[in-house]
């Protein structure tokens, strides 16, 4: 036999193995995510005044609706909304009116700056509105999340255990209408959030999410402030590396907010998820080698294809399909959201583990319109584009 033939057996077996492992990976996943939603979250023993700081970019889609979410929470304690905006013409301005009209009684500031501390816009919109945050408990939420009205109460009810300085929330997706938006939610939902999960669960993860990030202004002042992370790509994930520096404790509630999925072409899913992929891969690159994990069903295509079809490589891609459908309707269960667009699954899991491949060749992530490169601290240097 050819040199050519023992390889590609050998590649065979090697995706085999990696579809195998990722089968069972994927089976354990599904079942602690719906251990980890079910846990009974912490009741607070009491109510502090709090400051929620949102960044505001735009019009969004649902922006109105998301806004609306944290004003109708289930919380007697004093609270303040603080937005902020880059632009006074920006259009986000006119859902914060219409908010203010609608919630009269509401603690409503806004503070328009376009003062840049560093390449990441969101945490120099945050360092230009933080002079105007009234309390001591902020509450960092970004713009396209979505909460229950029980949100503020478990994040209190996390931040009162002892040792803990930061509350972070996992999340799920949300998708707007469209195809583009619903392949972007069933990445969060089916990939992401299990994933997540379970690595938290193994403690193999350390993970802190910008979609929610509770802290005291004690804590914030202790790691030295935030406009260290404004040249930070990941500053969430820094942030939370920065507090468990300090000795304490970063804390995840037993829930999911819902996070808005918005990409509307095939060009803005595949730049979304390698600026996410990229990063993560210079931050936690062990942990961004692992989540090829979640990816069974295209190693065990693989080894199909490398094998000729062997009856063990096929029966291993029944088994991979199997399994992530498993994980399908657990999660949807364990999320309460219906089951629906199950052709999406093997479609996504193929494209994704494209885009895992692609994040390991190149360092370049766009985000807004500008390309950057991510060094090894997830520090963010401007490219100039090629004319």
Not at 239 to 247: F, H, L, P, T, Y
Not at 251 to 273: M, R, W
């Amino acid at each position: 036999m050819s040199l050519a033939h023992w390889l590609t057996l050998g590649c065979a077996f090697a995706c085999g193995a990696a579809a195998f492992f990722g089968i069972v990976f994927t089976l354990l996943a599904a079942v602690l995510l719906g251990r980890f939603l079910a846990r009974p979250g912490a009741e607070p023993v009491g109510f502090p005044a709090l400051t929620i700081v949102k960044p505001l970019h735009g019009a969004e889609w649902a922006l109105a609706r998301n806004l609306q979410s944290f004003c109708e929470q289930d919380y007697p304690g004093e609270v303040q909304f603080l937005f902020g905006v880059h632009d006074v013409a920006d259009p986000a301005l006119a859902t914060v009116d219409d908010l203010r009209r609608r919630f009269p009684d509401a603690n409503i500031t806004v503070v328009s700056d376009p003062t840049l501390h560093g390449p990441n816009r969101k945490v120099s919109n945050i360092l230009n509105m933080l002079p105007r945050a009234e309390h001591d408990v902020l509450v960092f939420a970004d713009s396209d999340v979505r909460v229950e009205p029980t949100y503020l109460r478990r994040l209190i009810g996390e931040l009162q255990r002892p040792g803990v300085g930061l509350v972070t929330c996992a999340y799920r997706g949300d998708p707007a209408p469209g195809f583009w938006p619903r392949l972007s939610a069933h990445s969060t939902n089916y990939q992401f959030l299990p994933g997540v999960v379970a690595g938290l669960t193994l403690c193999m993860a350390r993970p802190c999410f910008g979609q929610t990030i509770v802290m005291r202004r004690e804590t914030l002042d202790l790691i030295g402030g935030l406009a260290q992370f404004a040249g930070h790509l990941a500053e969430d994930h820094a942030i939370g590396e920065a507090v468990r520096a300090i000795g304490q404790r970063v804390a995840i509630p037993s829930f999911a907010v819902a996070h808005a999925c918005v990409e509307t072409t095939a060009a803005q899913l595949v730049a979304h998820e390698l600026r996410w992929s990229r990063t993560i891969r210079r931050i936690d690159p062990i942990g961004h080698f692992g989540s090829a994990l979640m990816y069974p069903l295209a190693f065990a295509l693989l080894a199909v294809a490398c094998s000729a079809a062997a009856g063990w490589a096929c029966w291993l891609a029944g088994a991979a399909l199997a399994a992530r459908g498993l994980l399908k309707l657990l999660s949807d269960r364990a999320l309460r959201q219906p089951s629906r667009n199950w052709w999406m699954l093997p479609l996504w899991d193929i494209g994704a583990f494209a885009l895992l491949v692609a994040s390991f060749l190149s360092s370049r992530v766009i985000w807004r319109g500008f390309s950057f490169k991510v060094d090894g601290d997830g520090l963010l240097s401007p490219l100039e584009e090629k004319s």
